[in-house]
Nanobody, 123 residues
Framework: QVVLVESGGGLVQAGGSLRLSCAAS????????MGWFRQAPGKEREFVAG????????YYADSVKGRFTISRDNAKNTVYLQMNSLKPEDTAVYYC????????????????WGQGTQVTVSS
């Protein structure tokens, strides 16, 4: 069992930055791939970024590539999402996910989800 708790969301102007954190409980954290999804009002949940269990491989949606960086600290059981050059279209609830042995862009394949944290980017 893994419990995920996100933090770090908020309101920021376009061009600004935010850093999301996801603290995980459970002894299997360091052996699972982790990721971030987001969901904007009226839209489906979409993959944002993923990271392998070791942190050696990272994956990004085209819409955030070059602006967002995912990282993890297995000693702290924490995954991060550094978001730079934010745009109004990045506004969404961001969810931390885990529970897979490798990264997937399909939200249905993840066993564990955080409660979500709101990110709002004003123009």
């Amino acid at each position: 069992q893994v419990v995920l708790v996100e933090s770090g969301g908020g309101l920021v102007q376009a061009g600004g930055s935010l850093r999301l954190s996801c603290a995980a409980s459970g002894r299997t954290f360091s052996s699972t791939a982790m990721g971030w999804f987001r969901q904007a009002p009226g839209k489906e949940r979409e993959f944002v970024a993923g990271i392998s269990w070791s942190g050696g491989s990272t994956y990004y949606a085209d819409s955030v590539k070059g602006r967002f960086t995912i990282s993890r600290d297995n000693a702290k059981n924490t995954v991060y999402l550094q978001m730079n050059s934010l745009k109004p279209e990045d506004t969404a609830v961001y969810y931390c996910v885990g529970g897979r042995s490798y990264v997937s862009v399909d939200p249905a394949t993840y066993d564990y989800w955080g409660q979500g944290t709101q990110v709002t980017v004003s123009s």
